[in-house]
């Protein structure tokens, strides 16, 4: 794949993939709350486990 944004591709489901990518990690985030169980989450080329145990923080030292 080339370096334009995967929204931009010709193909309508490659373009929206990244929505349903998007919606997979919600989902994720809320089960591994709900079970207390941990999450894998890559950083560039660090990889880290982190355990949700508020949604919101997650959400906000992930995109921070």
Sequence with gaps: M???AIEQAKDR???SSIDAIRRAAKRARQVASQTGTAL???HGEQIDRVMVVDQ?????QTHA
């Excluded at 919101?56 to 906000?60: D, G, I, V």
């Design 13 to 15: 489901d490659m373009a």
């Design 40 to 42: 894998i989450v890559r």
């Design 2 to 4: 080339n370096k334009n």
């Design 56 to 60: 919101e923080a997650f959400s906000k």
